[in-house]
């Protein structure tokens, strides 16, 4: 397809790239949006798939059928492995090499686990709508081994659920777990009880919810505790091992664990030689061009871009999505930077009706915050029938407290929790 036109590569589907590329739908300017999934994620509600509560369809939308009425946007399932900036080129796993005018690079984060990276086949973290499924197998298959073991030790193991990082990620799977373990399978069950089960959230840090404010700190802590999960503060995990968790000189055992601690940034950094942070965020411009390449932007979890307050503006959507509007603007010739970025405060939630919310001026806890957490979380939700599912879901498990996904999939009769876990992962 020749054409004189710009020509821009956007490569990310996240929360990033795709406001970059629907900013840029319709515009004169020729797009290929690349991504290695077909699928755009809302994360900030995968622990409710991990937690069964809804489906993965629920969540996530075809980025193909996003631009069906964009003829200016080319999808494209790929994997970029490299780029040579010096020839504005872009190296596929798959495909030939693209060419481009603009370079947009959102390729996001994943889960760190520090140097561990052992770790990660006992304690899967929760990045991609397989790592929740595998998750979801898990502490479903836990469950189901715990109503036949006879072994009380064996037992206890099985219903032990440990999430590692008292970050909003930590805080959201531990409430969710807590509610699912305990109230929700207190009517399918005969064996287990309730009371059976223990979930323990384990954080280095002296407080929970380390980026919000003290006082919503100690809300979310109060509302897990009456939830029944135990948290250990000051609690730097030494070793994960196959269902074992070491905390300083404490074991605690258990079938079930979860990576909630640490994200580092794409390889993105890496491809341009660029600077970057310790968590591999580049170092770019005020204006989110990377330095040295005037044509090419990071934007999102891949890059480093300091706030008003001098630190690193934080890795959750707002923050991607202004990016992406913001150097699609500039592309279009609308504005020159620098961005800046404007906080609606910052939202976690704590099982099925409390959350904590920082408007920056004011703080806000309880049932009212779930409301408004709940309602953000429908209206920012791509797509008409997402909406509504994920409405009726809530309503449904806010009245009955049943979970509507509670599938497991596969094989599960005869196999071990943490191996298929280690194979979905
Ligand atoms: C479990 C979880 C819960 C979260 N909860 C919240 C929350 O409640 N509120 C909030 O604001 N934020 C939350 N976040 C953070 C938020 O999701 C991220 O900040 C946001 O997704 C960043 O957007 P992005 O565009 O930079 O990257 P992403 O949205 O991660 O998108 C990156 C995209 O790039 C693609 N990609 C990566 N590498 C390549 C490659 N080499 N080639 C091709 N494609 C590639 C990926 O497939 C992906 O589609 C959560 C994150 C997680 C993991």
Not at 176 to 204: G, H, K, M, N, Y
């Amino acid at each position: 397809m020749e054409s004189s036109r710009p020509h821009v590569v956007i490569v990310g589907a996240g929360f990033g790239g795709l406001t970059a590329a629907k900013r840029l739908a319709g515009r004169s300017v020729d797009v290929t949006l690349v991504d290695r999934r077909n699928h755009h994620l809302f994360q900030p509600l995968l622990y409710q798939v991990a937690t069964a509560a809804l489906s993965p369809a629920d969540i996530a939308a075809p980025i193909r059928s996003i631009f069906a009425d964009a003829p200016n946007v080319r999808v494209l399932l790929d994997e970029v492995v490299g780029i040579d900036p010096s020839k504005n080129r872009v190296r596929l796993a798959r495909s030939g090499p693209l060419d481009h005018d603009w370079l947009i690079l959102a390729t996001g984060a994943r889960h760190s686990y520090f140097g561990r990276d052992g770790w990660a086949q006992h304690a899967p973290g929760l990045k991609s709508i397989e790592d929740a499924i595998g998750i979801r197998r898990r502490v479903l298959l836990a469950l189901e081994h715990a109503e036949t073991e006879v072994d009380p030790r064996r037992r206890n193991e099985l219903l032990t659920f440990v999430v590692i990082g008292g970050g909003p990620t930590g805080v959201e799977m531990a409430g969710a777990i807590a509610e699912l373990a305990r109230r929700t399978v207190s009517r399918d069950f005969r064996s287990i009880t309730p009371r059976c089960s223990r979930v323990v959230l384990v954080e280095a840090g002296p407080r929970i919810l380390p980026s919000f404010p003290p006082g919503l700190s100690n809300k979310a802590e109060l509302s897990l505790r009456a939830l029944g999960v135990d948290i250990r503060l000051n609690s730097p995990v030494s070793d994960v091992a196959q269902d074992l968790v070491l905390v300083g000189r404490d074991r605690i055992p258990a079938r079930t664990v979860i990576w909630a601690a640490g994200v580092e940034a794409s390889p993105a950094a890496r491809w341009l030689g660029a600077e970057h942070d310790p968590q591999g965020r580049i170092f770019v411009e005020r204006d989110l061009r990377v330095p040295h390449y005037d044509h090419v932007f990071a934007i999102g979890d891949t890059a480093n871009v300091p706030g008003i307050d001098g630190r690193a503006l934080p890795g959750i959507a707002p923050v991607a999505k202004q990016q992406g509007r913001c150097v699609a603007d500039q592309i279009l010739g609308r504005c020159s930077g620098p961005f800046t970025y404007r906080s609606f405060g910052n939202l976690a939630t704590i099982g099925r009706k409390s959350a904590v919310i920082d408007w920056g001026h004011h703080q806000q806890s309880g049932f009212i915050a779930w409301l408004i957490w709940s309602f953000a979380h429908i209206w920012f939700l791509i797509g008409f029938r997402s909406r509504i599912a994920v409405g009726l879901s809530w309503i449904w498990n806010y009245l009955t407290y049943q979970r509507s996904a509670r599938l497991i999939t596969g094989e599960t009769a005869t196999e071990h929790p943490s191996t298929i876990c280690r194979e979905a992962a």
